[in-house]
């Protein structure tokens, strides 16, 4: 079973950035696709970026789009979300997710069945 661990939130003004790092441990999460999901009170669960395991090939949300990049470094177990131009609408508890079926960059939620604890991201306007 593997672990997974976030950091990297924190309170930010809008139009600032953040990177969340997810580390991995307990058995490996690669080959097997890697995501960000956020969950806003009183909204529904987001996938916001997927990346597969060799990290050649990525999804994102229309809402994060051109703003947020996925990455992956399988030699370190981790995988990064980096935040740029942050908005209000932003502010989450945002979820690293690993996938033990798929190897692609899946853009459905229900593909990723391991999730850490979350990180709390707050963008204030």
């Known amino acids: 079973q593997v672990q997974l661990v976030e950091s990297g939130g924190g309170l930010v003004q809008a139009g600032g950035s953040l990177r969340l790092s997810c580390a991995a441990s307990?058995?490996?999460?690669?080959?097997?696709?890697m995501g960000w999901i956020r969950q806003a009170p009183g909204k529904e669960r987001e996938l916001v970026a997927a990346i597969s395991w060799s990290g050649g090939s990525t999804y994102y949300a229309d809402s994060v789009k051109g703003r947020f990049t996925i990455s992956r470094d399988n030699a370190k177990n981790t995988v990064y979300l980096q935040m740029n131009s942050l908005k209000p609408e932003d502010t989450a508890v945002y979820y690293c997710?690993?996938?033990?079926?798929?190897?692609?960059?899946?853009?459905?939620?229900?593909?990723?069945?391991?999730w850490g604890q979350g990180t709390q991201v707050t963008v204030s306007s």
């Open positions: 307990g058995r490996t999460f690669s080959p097997f696709a």
């Open positions: 997710a690993a996938s033990s079926t798929i190897v692609a960059a899946a853009p459905s939620l229900n593909k990723y069945d391991r």
